[in-house]
């Protein structure tokens, strides 16, 4: 499994190597742009944020094609894995922005700390094997990991209006509100689930929202066993 | 050994192309002093459209100093769009050289632009004035908020110490 600084060098690398950047204004102002229109279109955040996540879906799908293709990494030894090179790998190839990661073991797995000898290597295993190992480490379903953007080049200089921040439910707890990047929520889904993990990718806080920080989760709900892919609805 | 010179920045006032007043942004002054912002910024609008139409030609988008009025020098600059920035500074007695101003009306005008990417942000139209500006002019609604945090930086960076280029 390669450490975290050889993941750092891969994504810094991939980066360099891209020939085809864009303008980073443009980028910002287009996405501004779909989401003002969006809202326009729906006038209610909720399925505002649910469009963002299909369309980033959609997009996802795509893009882990042409990132395996660049990064011509193997398979991640286990959901651990699958956080860093999705952090240090994904994030700065293709936005050039490197969110830190804190892994979550799925609960009741055991320590999950201790990786059994011999352990897996990168050729793809049969779903027994898979099993036994998915027990063993980082890998059950209900793992996850929280990323943490220190900047979004996608939310450059916005600022969201009264009516997009979220409301104090009866319970006392946020509820509503529009989150404008959740297009990454739908990138992280769709590029995992052509890999085989069904992951549930959601904000759990924004700096735009007036949150300290940029959070995003994704948890592991189960792993697809070659099965024929889901057509989109 | 150059002077240090610092631009003691007053207040900044954004007026569309349309010629209503956009945002006035004053700096740690007085409740009072808000409103004679207000009337320079006025003023200097009358000077700019004699400028302007006595040289329909000209390229430049520094207008320079418009007039002197008290303690506070103002300067006058057209973006290319229309959209006139107009800077009250603190009169000293040093000299402050026009290359300096020129380099404040860039941040201005910067500060001003990175503003405009925010999408929610409806900028000057070009069908002149419209029912959320004037919600806007009576105060009512901040949509500038982020150009105001933007502004604050600017003036700050101004009344530091500016290196002017020596030779």
Same mark, same amino acid.
């Given at each position: 499994m390669a450490?975290t600084k050889?993941?750092?060098? /891969?994504g810094e690398?991939l980066?360099k190597?891209?020939?085809?950047? /864009?303008?980073?204004?443009?980028f910002t102002?287009? #996405? ?22 299909k369309?980033g879906y959609?997009i $996802?799908t795509r893009l882990i094609? %042409?990132?395996? =293709? ?5 398979r991640c =030894? %286990?959901?651990?894995?699958v956080?860093e090179?999705?952090a240090?790998v994904?994030?700065k190839?293709?936005?050039?922005i490197?969110p830190?990661v804190?892994h979550?073991?799925a609960?009741g797995?055991g320590t999950?700390? =201790? ?12 779903p ?8 063993q !480490?980082h ?8 990323? !943490?953007l ?5 939310a ?5 209006p009264?009516? =997009? *921040?979220p !409301?104090? $439910?009866a319970d006392?707890?946020p509820t509503?509100?529009?989150? #404008?990047s959740?297009i990454?929520?739908?990138v *992280?889904?769709g590029a *995992? ?6 992951c549930e990718?959601?904000?759990l806080s924004?700096?735009?929202?007036g949150?300290?920080? !940029?959070? /995003?989760r994704?948890?592991?709900?189960? #792993?697809?066993e ?6 989109d609805? | 050994m150059?002077e240090? @010179? ?5 207040? &900044?006032?954004?007026i569309?192309?349309?010629n ?7 700096f740690g002054?007085?409740?009072e002093? @808000?409103?004679k912002y207000?009337?320079i910024?006025?003023t ?5 459209? @004699?400028r302007?139409?006595?040289?329909p030609?000209?390229?430049e ?6 007039y002197v009025?008290?303690? &506070?020098a &103002?300067y006058g600059?057209?973006?290319p ?6 800077a009250?500074i603190?009169?000293?007695d @040093?000299f ?7 380099l404040l ?8 632009h990175?503003?405009?990417q ?5 900028g ?6 419209r029912t959320e ?7 009512r609604?901040d ?11 600017v ?6 110490h500016i290196?002017t280029?020596?030779?």
């Amino acid at each position: 499994m390669a450490s975290t600084k050889q993941f750092k060098n /891969i994504g810094e690398d991939l980066w360099k190597s891209r020939t085809d950047k /864009i303008n980073a204004e443009l980028f910002t102002m287009a #996405y501004g742009s779909l989401v003002v229109q969006l809202i326009q279109d729906y006038e209610d955040y909720a399925e505002v944020n649910k469009q963002l996540e299909k369309m980033g879906y959609n997009i $996802g799908t795509r893009l882990i094609e %042409d990132f395996l =293709a660049r990064s011509s990494l193997g398979r991640c =030894a %286990d959901f651990r894995e699958v956080g860093e090179v999705v952090a240090k790998v994904g994030f700065k190839s293709f936005l050039n922005i490197t969110p830190s990661v804190v892994h979550h073991p799925a609960p009741g797995s055991g320590t999950g700390t =201790a990786q059994p000898a011999g352990a897996t290597p990168r050729s793809s295993l049969l779903p027994s094997q898979n099993a036994a190992i998915q027990a063993q !480490t980082h890998s059950a379903p209900g793992a996850f990991f929280v990323l !943490t953007l220190d900047e979004n080049p996608l939310a450059e200089f916005v600022e969201l209006p009264e009516s =997009a *921040l979220p !409301t104090v $439910g009866a319970d006392s707890t946020p509820t509503g509100g529009l989150w #404008y990047s959740n297009i990454l929520c739908g990138v *992280l889904r769709g590029a *995992l689930e052509m890999v085989q993990m069904q992951c549930e990718v959601v904000f759990l806080s924004d700096v735009l929202r007036g949150d300290e920080s !940029t959070d /995003i989760r994704v948890k592991l709900v189960r #792993y697809l066993e070659e099965e024929v892919p889901v057509g989109d609805d | 050994m150059s002077e240090k @010179e610092r631009i003691a920045l007053r207040a &900044v006032a954004y007026i569309s192309p349309q010629n209503y007043p956009m945002l006035v942004k004053s700096f740690g002054t007085k409740q009072e002093d @808000e409103l004679k912002y207000h009337y320079i910024a006025h003023t200097a609008l009358d000077v700019i459209e @004699e400028r302007i139409n006595s040289n329909p030609k000209a390229v430049e988008c520094f207008l320079g100093m418009l007039y002197v009025l008290e303690d &506070v020098a &103002v300067y006058g600059y057209i973006t290319p769009t229309r959209v006139k920035i107009v800077a009250a500074i603190d009169q000293t007695d @040093e000299f402050i050289k026009d290359a300096d101003i020129i380099l404040l009306f860039k941040a201005l005008h910067g500060a001003y632009h990175d503003a405009l990417q925010d999408p929610f942000l409806q900028g000057p139209s070009s069908q002149g004035l419209r029912t959320e500006d004037l919600a806007q002019m009576m105060g009512r609604d901040d949509k500038w908020k982020g150009l105001r945090r933007l502004l604050d930086k600017v003036a700050l960076a101004a009344s530091r110490h500016i290196p002017t280029p020596s030779g």
